[in-house]
């Protein structure tokens, strides 16, 4: 392909993740999906368990997501992940109860899977055509950006839809969405040139011996381990957003406000992460990370044990706004796995770190349902709390790889 060529795809393979990617991340249901989910018949513990489902659904297909976008195509990997989130969407739609639901969420765990490692692995391989890999965290965190405002939309549109159209008119629009995001990926260039060409064995073996040689890598592993970790924590303090709000008696029509601030702060990290990390280094990034992640939790404890709204509101709002750090986390630790891997086996070794990441994710959303329905929302954040230790004890071993 001539350079000219070669140019001109890059920036349209860009221009079309960037619209795919906002179709599929905006999700007017996020601000009220505890509410929606209570109407079909679950109790909110349930929907902590439902949630651990959907990322057990997701484990079990991110190693062969991530081989098949190695092997097959990283675009029809990704049309295949629109497909199986609108089938996901139009579960819940039609659903009713515990199972039901189940069903759903399994199916958008399945088209998590598809993208986990895919969507990240394209957008790399995609600059590498042009020899601009080195703008990944930049560009990449550009695709965050927008997907995070598309998302931020839909949450202060949630609140309001929600009351206009219930429950199912939100999911049905969600559909909607998928569909358009299909339509973008539909037209995304292929990139043949990075399919992996496996001689001598078959597609278990190989995929496995990559997994195994992925965590058995002492710096790749610990790149993996310490990200995936941070993930589980931000995303049950996320999902406990919502019953805090209630818990503190906050008006369910300004839900989708709390939601927004989250999605304000990812896009905020999202935009700036290379400059962030450029200008403090991974570690020191790391340590504010952790500590912001354990201001968060504080705020949290201090929403449901006051009586002053202006002073729940503030502790809600650096809730919401200490989680989007996420985004500046995954995007730095990404980006070094990235400059540690090759392209024949990228979708692989990504899948492979999103499979670590949804396993921990599932047994800490696990764990705060059986903590919520037993023993209260408070207990569960105090738990939070303590386990901050691991988060500690993993980026001393991240230290140790990176200062080789």
């Known amino acids: 392909m001539k350079k000219e060529n070669k140019a001109k795809s890059v920036k349209r393979g860009l221009k079309l993740l960037r619209i795919g990617w906002f179709f599929h991340n905006f999700m007017t249901i996020i601000p009220v999906i505890v509410l929606v989910y209570v109407q079909k018949g679950i109790t909110v513990g349930d929907f902590f ?3 651990g ?3 057990l659904a997701a484990f079990l297909f991110e190693i062969p997501s991530g081989y098949m976008s190695d092997c097959l195509s990283r675009k029809r990997v ?3 992940g629109g497909i199986f989130s609108l089938a996901g969407f139009a579960t819940i739609a039609i659903a009713y109860g515990f199972w039901a639901l189940v069903l759903g969420e399994a199916l958008l765990g399945i088209a998590s899977a598809l993208f986990s490692g895919t969507l990240e692995a394209y957008t790399y391989d995609l600059l590498k055509r042009n020899n601009t890999q080195k703008q990944f965290l930049k560009e990449y965190g550009g695709i965050h950006s927008i997907a995070t405002a598309a998302t931020l939309i839909a949450s202060v549109l949630g609140g309001f839809l929600f009351a206009r159209i219930g429950a199912n008119g939100i999911l049905w629009l969600e559909v909607l969405f998928a569909a358009c995001a299909i339509f973008a990926f539909l037209f995304l260039p292929e990139l043949l040139e990075v399919r992996r060409i496996v001689k001598h064995k078959d597609a278990f073996v190989d995929a496995l011996s990559i997994t195994t040689t992925t965590l058995k890598n002492p710096k790749l592993r610990n790149l993996i381990v310490f990200p995936s970790l941070f993930a589980a924590f ?3 303090m996320f999902w406990a957003l919502q019953p805090i709000m209630e818990d503190a008696t906050v008006p369910v029509a300004v839900f989708g406000v709390f939601t927004s601030l989250n999605q304000l702060s990812s896009m905020f990290f999202s935009k700036y992460a290379y400059k962030i990390c450029e200008k403090l280094g991974e570690i020191k990034v790391s340590i504010i990370s952790i500590g912001t992640i354990i201001a968060g939790i504080t705020m949290g404890l201090l929403a449901t044990h006051i009586n002053c709204m202006p002073l729940i509101y503030a502790a809600c709002a650096i809730l919401a706004l200490s989680v989007g ?3 500046l986390n995954n995007l730095q630790y990404y980006t070094l796995i990235h400059h540690n891997v090759e392209s024949k086996e990228r979708g692989t070794v990504l899948s492979t770190r999103a499979m670590v ?4 994710g599932s047994i800490f959303l696990i764990a705060a349902k059986f903590l919520m329905d037993g023993y209260g929302i408070t207990t569960m954040l105090i738990c939070l709390f303590g386990a901050t230790i691991l988060l500690g ?6 230290a140790k790889q990176i200062n080789k």
Request: charged share 10%; glycine share 0%; aromatic share 4%.
């Open 49 to 51: 368990l439902i949630q």
């Open 357 to 360: 990441s949804t396993a921990l």
């Open 78 to 80: 990704m049309i295949a």
């Open 325 to 327: 750090i996420r985004q």
């Open 393 to 398: 004890i993993s980026l001393k071993n991240v």
């Open 234 to 236: 931000t995303i049950v």
């Open 53 to 55: 489902i959907f990322r």
